[in-house]
């Protein structure tokens, strides 16, 4: 029903910066909140920041400042601008949406990205 196409991940030096998008594709009616999450090796699955249809944000405090969500409501597309990067910030980032079905939908289901790394170092 729903595909969510992660893309821009790849490995870049401290200091530099990557931007991610996700495309939303297939038959829904509409997308609520969208996010990103990370998870590094040997750790779990971290909200790094979130955005909803209205376009509010949320972020974890430890990419404030950094990194920046946004969203294309036309194109079904939520953006990870990621700058200043870190060491700390190496992980694969799985893109989320949750998506409304249809017109009569009574909740909304989440969908998931099939993540892409990032990797930080010199």
């Known amino acids: 029903q729903v595909q969510l196409v992660e893309s821009g991940g790849g490995l870049v030096q401290p200091g530099g910066s990557l931007r991610l998008s996700c495309a939303a594709s297939g038959r829904f009616f509409s997308i609520n909140g969208m996010g990103w999450y990370r998870q590094a090796p040997g750790k779990q699955r971290e909200l790094v920041a979130t955005?909803?249809?209205?376009?509010?944000?949320n972020y974890a405090d430890s990419v404030k400042g950094r990194l920046t969500i946004s969203r294309d409501n036309a194109k079904n597309t939520v953006y990870l601008q990621m700058n200043s990067l870190k060491p700390e910030d190496t992980a694969v980032y799985y893109c989320?949406?949750?998506?409304?079905?249809?017109?009569?939908?009574?909740?909304?289901?989440?969908?998931w990205g099939q993540g892409t790394q990032v990797t930080v170092s010199s």
């Open positions: 989320n949406a949750q998506v409304v079905m249809s017109r009569i939908s009574t909740s909304a289901r989440n969908y």
């Open positions: 955005i909803t249809s209205g376009l509010s944000t």
